[in-house]
């Protein structure tokens, strides 16, 4: 049975790429037929599910405003796709506004940092903050935006991911004995 999703009508170009080329790409890899309308409807026709899924959370990442070279690294057993809808948690546009600027920071580097720290990649697109990496670094990510929606402070976030990569770095250094 085919999956059906929806991206964004002005994405649908990028998922295709040029020539076709990131949809061939993306057919190949997941042995599957893609069929993707103007608007932004895509069908995903597989015989093997788990790939099925896979590619249904790239062709959401790149929906959501990934490159697409980011978004294959979905491909991985080990990476996930979390999407945070800010409809969830602020009341209106000037609000969402506001904490995505604050998320982004002064020419990217708020987001850079989470990124570095949190071992992720992010994409702020439309209403949704969405993070792929491992399930760790998921996990700090998200703990670090949810900090911003409660109105932490900067500093006080950096501090939070600072600590935890220190945290890691001596776990994985000197693991703990069993």
């Given at each position: 049975?085919?999956?059906?999703?929806?991206i964004?009508?002005?994405?649908?170009?990028i998922?295709?790429?040029?020539?076709?080329?990131?949809?061939?790409?993306?057919e190949n890899?997941?042995k599957?037929?893609?069929?993707?309308?103007?608007?932004?409807?895509v069908?995903?026709?597989?015989?093997?599910v788990?790939?099925?899924w896979k590619?249904r959370?790239?062709?959401?990442a790149?929906?959501?405003?990934f490159?697409?070279?980011?978004?294959?690294k979905?491909?991985s057993d080990?990476?996930?796709?979390?999407i945070i809808?800010?409809?969830?948690?602020?009341?209106?546009?000037?609000?969402?506004?506001r904490?995505k600027?604050?998320?982004?920071?002064?020419?990217?580097?708020?987001k850079?940092t989470?990124?570095?720290?949190?071992g992720?990649?992010l994409?702020i697109?439309g209403?949704t903050i969405?993070?792929?990496?491992?399930?760790k670094?998921?996990t700090l990510?998200?703990d670090?935006?949810?900090?911003?929606?409660e109105?932490?402070?900067?500093?006080?976030?950096y501090?939070?991911?600072?600590?935890?990569?220190?945290m890691?770095?001596?776990?994985?250094?000197?693991?703990?004995?069993?």
């Amino acid at each position: 049975m085919p999956l059906l999703i929806s991206i964004p009508e002005e994405r649908v170009p990028i998922l295709i790429g040029k020539k076709g080329e990131i949809k061939k790409e993306l057919e190949n890899r997941a042995k599957c037929t893609l069929s993707i309308s103007q608007r932004g409807d895509v069908q995903i026709i597989s015989e093997d599910v788990s790939e099925e899924w896979k590619l249904r959370d790239i062709i959401l990442a790149i929906g959501r405003g990934f490159n697409p070279d980011i978004a294959m690294k979905l491909f991985s057993d080990d990476l996930y796709l979390e999407i945070i809808s800010l409809r969830d948690y602020l009341k209106n546009e000037r609000a969402m506004q506001r904490q995505k600027a604050r998320i982004i920071g002064t020419q990217g580097k708020t987001k850079k940092t989470i990124e570095e720290l949190a071992g992720v990649n992010l994409s702020i697109y439309g209403h949704t903050i969405s993070i792929i990496g491992d399930q760790k670094g998921l996990t700090l990510a998200k703990d670090a935006i949810m900090m911003f929606l409660e109105g932490k402070t900067h500093s006080t976030i950096y501090t939070f991911l600072e600590q935890q990569a220190r945290m890691d770095k001596m776990f994985l250094g000197n693991p703990p004995e069993v």
